[in-house]
């Protein structure tokens, strides 16, 4: 399962790769009519392949659960365009799946790669290989599956690289995103500081809760709260803020850097508090506040009901000579607050 827009050079060598090891290719193109047509040409002779295209949302995790439905076998590999298999987990793809006792798998994802060449030792977990039955999307920015079973770690030597050469969203279209997934509610704060405490010890969808730090740290938290009378859909003060952002810049520093990344966790934090402040000054500052906590919480998937088949059609269809991104996710989060508030 991949999600394309205007890659295609990538998303052929992708294909090229993993088609002779694969039962189906499922593609989500949200490409321009040149680039969606170039797709079709160069995979018709390709039966393995289907090709569906998408009103694009600015990043592909809402359309996730609509995809899902698309692939037909029970095991899934997620990939991204810019993304290759080593050649040990590419050749041991079908023996990993085999495991009766998995339901899916973390796999390292070294995140600089150029030209085939690994240029540092910084990864990621990330859990890329599921049983579709047992899987669930929220549409959060950046999220892992929510696995209904087991995760499996991969061993070291088996791997997804990352090709740095592939442009990303830009940092003005990520700004957009934060006014939303940023601002945090205290409810939706207690588990983002354990999901980050997480990333820090153990591989991405681990159930931290269920070890003894987990159930301190949210013991903690939740005591913090109580002491302090804090409300659960009340929004985060900035100083707590402060220590969620330098929780979530320390698990990355730790990990490109080791403990001389530490001082960089705390390097553009006051920077941040600043940028949030200017968003709660905006005029929409209390609008969007309210559409954070449905979106962190359900998720944009069921906010704007984008699991139904029905729905992505009609949305695709009616932008299909649009402008679609960001700007047209955000204008979708912000009609379904208003409608939901006059019919109430």
Same mark, same amino acid.
């Given at each position: 399962?991949v999600?394309?827009?205007?890659s295609?050079?990538?998303?052929?060598?992708?294909?090229?790769?993993?088609?002779? @090891?694969?039962?189906?290719?499922?593609?989500?193109d949200?490409?321009?009519?040149a680039?969606?047509?170039?797709v079709?040409? &160069?995979?018709?002779?390709? &039966?393995?392949?289907?090709?569906?295209?998408?009103?694009?949302?600015?990043?592909?995790?809402?359309?996730?659960?609509?995809?899902? +439905?698309?692939?037909?076998n029970?095991?899934?590999?997620?990939?991204?365009?810019?993304?290759?298999?080593?050649?040990?987990?590419r050749?041991?793809?079908?023996?990993?799946?085999?495991?009766?006792e998995?339901?899916?798998?973390?796999?390292?994802?070294?995140?600089?790669?150029?030209?085939?060449?690994?240029? &540092?030792?910084?990864?990621?977990?990330?859990?890329?290989?599921?049983?579709?039955?047992?899987t669930?999307?929220?549409?959060i920015l950046h999220?892992?599956?929510?696995?209904?079973?087991?995760?499996?770690?991969?061993?070291?030597?088996?791997? @997804?690289?990352?090709?740095?050469?592939?442009?990303?969203?830009?940092?003005?279209?990520?700004?957009?995103?934060?006014?939303?997934?940023?601002?945090?509610s205290?409810?939706?704060?207690?588990?983002?500081m354990?999901?980050?405490?997480s990333?820090?010890m153990?591989?991405?969808g681990? +159930?931290?809760?269920?070890?003894?730090?987990?159930?301190?740290?949210?013991?903690?938290?939740?005591?913090?709260?109580?002491?302090?009378l804090?409300?659960?859909q009340?929004?985060?003060?900035?100083?707590?803020?402060?220590?969620?952002?330098?929780?979530?810049?320390?698990?990355?520093?730790?990990?490109?850097?080791?403990?001389?990344?530490?001082?960089?966790?705390?390097?553009?934090?006051?920077?941040?508090?600043?940028?949030?402040?200017?968003?709660?000054?905006?005029?929409?500052?209390?609008?969007?506040?309210e559409?954070?906590?449905?979106?962190?919480?359900?998720?944009?998937?069921?906010?704007?009901?984008?699991?139904?088949?029905?729905?992505?059609r009609?949305?695709?269809?009616?932008?299909?000579?649009? +402008?679609?991104g960001?700007?047209?996710?955000m204008?979708?989060?912000?009609?379904?607050?208003?409608?939901?508030?006059?019919?109430?």
């Amino acid at each position: 399962m991949v999600f394309s827009k205007n890659s295609t050079s990538q998303l052929l060598g992708l294909i090229r790769q993993m088609y002779g @090891i694969v039962d189906q290719v499922v593609v989500i193109d949200s490409s321009t009519n040149a680039e969606y047509n170039r797709v079709i040409r &160069s995979t018709k002779r390709m &039966s393995k392949v289907g090709v569906h295209w998408a009103v694009a949302l600015g990043y592909p995790d809402p359309l996730r659960m609509w995809a899902l +439905k698309k692939c037909r076998n029970d095991w899934v590999l997620l990939m991204d365009t810019d993304e290759r298999l080593n050649d040990e987990l590419r050749n041991k793809l079908k023996s990993i799946i085999s495991k009766p006792e998995y339901d899916a798998f973390a796999i390292k994802r070294y995140e600089e790669v150029e030209r085939g060449q690994r240029q &540092s030792n910084f990864f990621t977990w990330q859990i890329r290989l599921f049983r579709k039955r047992k899987t669930r999307f929220r549409g959060i920015l950046h999220e892992q599956p929510i696995i209904d079973g087991r995760v499996g770690r991969l061993d070291d030597g088996f791997a @997804i690289e990352h090709r740095v050469e592939h442009r990303h969203p830009t940092s003005q279209e990520y700004y957009k995103l934060n006014r939303v997934f940023d601002r945090l509610s205290y409810a939706t704060y207690n588990e983002k500081m354990l999901e980050y405490v997480s990333k820090l010890m153990m591989p991405e969808g681990a +159930k931290i809760k269920d070890i003894a730090i987990g159930r301190f740290v949210w013991g903690w938290l939740t005591l913090y709260e109580k002491i302090t009378l804090k409300k659960p859909q009340e929004e985060v003060a900035n100083r707590d803020y402060y220590f969620f952002v330098v929780l979530r810049n320390l698990v990355y520093a730790l990990k490109q850097h080791g403990v001389l990344g530490v001082p960089a966790a705390f390097r553009g934090t006051k920077d941040y508090i600043r940028t949030l402040n200017e968003w709660k000054d905006e005029p929409d500052s209390q609008m969007l506040f309210e559409i954070s906590k449905e979106v962190n919480g359900r998720g944009v998937i069921k906010y704007l009901g984008l699991d139904r088949d029905s729905v992505v059609r009609q949305l695709s269809a009616r932008y299909k000579n649009k +402008k679609g991104g960001v700007d047209l996710l955000m204008s979708l989060l912000k009609e379904k607050y208003k409608r939901d508030r006059y019919i109430k």
